[in-house]
């Protein structure tokens, strides 16, 4: 079932705080360094000259500013991208297009991000450069998602972590991995959330990367917040900050410091809360960062309403609607309706909380609606991706089935060449003993295979591809008569031709093309013709009208395929029968009955696996039924199988 609470909404706003957090690699020496002056780094002086070299020490600096002085990095990065254009240079407009790109992103402004970053795919696939195309993908899923897109963004996201994982790039991976856990919390698929977080963390640790062990912890903490476990998502946003305190400045460490706030007043810590709170708001507005300045201002609002100084409330909810209302954050602008609402319905302005009561109400039902409609969108998206998976799975084992097949035919030949130089040497040596060790060895060979195939295919098949391996071995001794040797060879052809049938009988099976009860009746009339009347059976064969129409499943068909069959086989074999009635109903469920004129029930039921006990286990193994009576004269068999 869909998870449709509101809180999932607000995945997307917490997204966008930490946007700067899970970017490429920041190269290490560099970001330690500005993390431990918390002010830009120390930067080298730029080249003299105008050139290639000037145009990658500008993207140096905006991809070494892009978190602790975000400003700095669309300075730079404009720079860069106005002298490769005039130097024809394209790997330094591709750096400058994804600078820019992740700044905008940061900053909300999507359709500036999603021009920069469409740009240096562009650039990438025109340089054959895989990882900048990993990277291009990383920030452009990050986009779709954000805005709330989640089939778009799980798709590009998969795109990405294939092409991470072709090109056996284990940062690049690691980033896919974060992506795409954050993307099963908004669809609500929380175990398999789990899981990328866990693996994208194993692999973190192992890189050494502090910017990737943060992200893994963040996306943890989130997953956690959305199931309103509290503690433990602080739990997880605190180790969050432990590794970005390794890398970022004050200003980078601002949107985990504000989670981790949030989660104390979740708590009921209001006291701690509040400090932290206000202490973050003067960082934020001293950086003049709008969106965790809304945060904290909401945050404020919320800490004030529970502990009942309702005009603080409204005054810190009201600053922050008018700052979400800015950037177009609905989930923002909702929840500061609500305390808005709450705080006004305490200080007796009653008409001032409706308003903001109808406003909360609006922008929640707004919400509600796309959030379903995205949910519904992303798991169709995800559940089209399994659906490929499984179509390449059955490709591939459709593909082994073809190579053992060749393995079986060419092991033939080269048993055949070995008989003849094992006869060869025989003849000069004299030695039987070496004869004996080689067959020994070639039946164990032959013996595997013969395993291998039966895991694919039908018992009938190996049995019958055993009887033909026994009869060509006694051939090749030579003890029998021309005309005797001749009847081996034809029962060798009459087994390799119901080899065939059983083959593509297996194969008929599973072919979805089949799965009317038309195709089913027809594959039932011909194989009762091509069984009985060369035996000398009578053949009456009964179907009613109501069940062409009807689509039989694949385990039904199969299940019912092969109970038919082993029914016409015991008829032929044990009956004694001169005539064979064949009926098929549909009472809710699909019903066969087979029933004879032969001796009934004196002979006993062979033992093997195609006897009664396989008919009741295929029929039980799709939740039907199977019943053998005796029928005065002969035996009745009547199978009851689903149609679901």
Known sequence: MLSLKPASRRLARRAIGIAWLLGAQVLQ??????????????????????????????????????????????????????????LHYERGMLNAHFSLGYYYRGASKYDSALYHT??????ASRLH??????????????????????SGALAINLQGLALAQAI???????????????IEIALGEYAAAQEHFDQALLLAQSLKDNIGIGGAYSGLGD??????????????????????????????????????????????????????????????????????????????????????????????????????RGHGLRPAIRDAAQVLAEANAQLGQWHRAYQYRALAISYADSLTGED??????????????????????????????????????????????????VLALLLVCGGSGLLWHYRRREISRHEALRTRIAADLHDEVGSMLTQISMQSTLLREGRYAPA???????????????????????????????????SLLDRLRDHAHEVLPPAGLELDFGVETTIANATVPLATRQALYYIYKEALHNVVKHAHARQVHVRLRLRQQLELEVRDDGDGLVSPSRSSGQGLPNMRMRAQAVGGTIRLEAAEPGTRLVVRLPLR
Request: hydrophobic content about 40%; charged content about 20%.
């Open 29 to 86: 020496a560099g970001a330690q360094a500005a993390s431990a002056a918390s002010v830009a780094p120390a930067q080298p002086s730029p080249p003299a000259r105008l050139d290639t070299a000037y145009v990658n020490w500008l993207n140096k600096q905006a991809f070494l500013l892009r978190i602790n002085q975000a400003a700095k990095t669309r300075q730079f990065a404009k720079q860069a991208l106005v002298l490769a254009k005039q």
């Open 223 to 324: 997953l956690n917040r959305q199931q309103a476990r509290w503690s433990l998502a602080g739990h997880y946003y605190t180790s969050a900050a432990a590794s970005y305190h390794n890398v970022f400045n004050t200003q980078g460490m601002l949107p985990v410091e504000l989670s981790i706030a949030e989660m104390t007043e979740r708590q009921g810590n209001h006291a701690a809360a509040i400090t932290a709170a206000r202490s973050l708001l003067r960082q934020t507005l001293q950086a003049d960062w709008e969106g965790p300045a809304a945060r904290a201002q909401l945050l404020l609002g919320r800490i004030y309403l529970a502990t009942g100084l309702y005009d603080s409330a409204s005054y810190y909810a009201a600053r922050s609607l008018a700052l979400n």
């Open 129 to 150: 450069s895989s990882y900048d195309r990993t990277r291009g993908l990383y920030n452009l899923g990050r986009i779709h998602f954000e805005q709330g897109d989640y």
């Open 372 to 421: 379903t409609r995205r949910r519904v969108a992303g798991l169709l998206a995800q559940a089209s991706h399994r659906r490929q998976q499984i179509q390449l799975q059955l490709v591939q084992q459709q593909g082994r089935l073809q190579t053992q097949q060749q393995e079986l035919v060419r092991l033939r030949y080269h048993q055949q060449l070995a008989a003849l130089l």
């Open 118 to 123: 469409q740009q240096a795919l562009s650039l």
């Open 168 to 182: 056996h790039n284990r940062r690049a991976e690691l980033y896919q991995l974060i992506q795409a856990g954050l």
């Open 484 to 518: 005797q040797q001749q009847e081996y060879l034809d029962q060798m052809a009459e087994a390799s031709r119901r080899a065939a049938r059983q083959m593509r009988d297996a194969v008929w099976s599973i072919d979805a093309r089949y799965d009317s009860a038309a």
